[in-house]
C-alpha cells in the first residue's frame, strides 16, 4: 500500500516488545504509518507529549488526527476503530475473553522475561544497543552513548528480572516455559482464537518479533506448531509504508 504522507505516527523503541505489538496490528490492518524512534536516553522526542494525560516518557504513543493514544493493548483495540476497514482485530463472545486472556498473559509473562533472552549476556546486550542505535536517525554522539550504556543498562534489567522470577542466570528456562504455555494456546488451531487473527494474535507475534534477530528465535523455530503460526501470521503483515 503507498502513501506519500502517512497521517499515523508511531513513536517507539527498537527492541520495546510493546512497540512491536502496535507495528503488527498497524501491518495487520495494512495502515501506512510513520516512525519515529525515541532516544532511550533523553526521550526528547516526545517530550511534546509530557502535558497530555499522565506525562509519562513511555512508548509506544500513537499519534493520529490530533489524537495521542497510549498502552499498546488499547492501540490494538482502537485501531479497528479509527480504521473500520480492511482486516479486523477485534474479537466478540468466547472470542473477545479467550483474546483478552492472551492479550494478559503477553503482557504479564511472555513479554516480562523478553529482557532475559535479549540481554542476557553481555554479547546480546552489546547487539541489542547497536542494533537500536542502527536503526535510528540520531547523531552520532548519541548512537556511541546508546550503544555504551544501553548495553549496561539492558544487562542490569535481564539480570534483575532473572532474580525476581527466581530463575538463577536462566533466562532460557523462563523462555522455554513461555513458549511451553503459547504451544497450549494455540492447539491445532491456525491462529490463536480460531480461523483468524485478532489483538491477541497481534501482540504474540509482536512479542516474538523481537528476538526475531537473536539466538532465541532458534528455540520458536525449533516448535513446529509456533513456528507455523509465526510464519502465518507473518505473511499476513503486509509491508505498509513506515518512515
Not at 166 to 175: I, K, Q, T, V
Request: aromatic content about 8%; overall charge positive.
Amino acid at each position: 500500500m503507498a502513501s506519500t504522507s502517512p497521517a499515523l505516527t508511531l513513536y517507539q523503541f527498537e527492541l520495546c516488545p510493546y512497540c512491536h505489538k502496535v507495528k503488527a496490528g498497524l501491518e495487520l490492518k495494512g495502515i501506512p504509518h510513520r516512525r519515529v524512534e525515541v532516544n532511550p536516553l533523553n526521550k526528547k522526542e516526545i517530550k511534546q507529549f509530557e502535558s497530555s494525560a499522565d506525562g509519562r516518557k513511555k512508548v509506544p504513543i500513537v499519534e493520529f488526527n490530533g489524537e495521542v493514544k497510549r498502552e499498546s493493548s488499547d492501540i490494538l483495540k482502537w485501531l479497528d476503530e479509527a480504521f473500520p476497514g480492511g482486516r479486523q482485530l477485534s474479537a466478540s463472545g468466547d472470542d473477545l475473553a479467550r483474546a483478552e486472556e492472551i492479550a494478559a498473559w503477553t503482557d504479564k509473562d511472555l513479554i516480562q522475561i523478553l529482557p532475559t533472552v535479549l540481554y542476557g549476556t553481555w554479547g546480546e546486550s552489546i547487539k541489542a544497543a547497536k542494533l537500536t542505535a542502527k536503526t535510528s536517525n540520531f547523531s552520532r554522539v548519541d548512537n556511541l552513548k546508546v550503544s555504551m550504556f544501553g548495553s549496561v543498562v539492558m544487562k542490569m534489567i535481564a539480570k534483575r528480572i532473572l532474580k525476581k522470577r527466581g530463575e538463577g542466570n536462566d533466562g532460557r528456562a523462563l523462555f522455554e516455559a513461555q513458549l511451553d504455555h503459547l504451544e497450549g494456546l494455540l492447539g491445532d488451531k491456525s491462529f490463536l482464537c480460531g480461523d483468524a487473527p485478532n489483538f491477541a494474535d497481534a501482540g504474540v507475534h509482536g512479542a516474538l518479533t523481537c528476538v526475531r534477530e537473536f539466538p532465541a528465535f532458534a528455540r520458536v523455530k525449533a516448535r513446529p506448531t509456533i513456528h507455523a503460526w509465526f510464519e502465518r501470521v507473518d505473511a499476513l503483515r503486509r509491508r505498509v509504508d513506515a518512515a
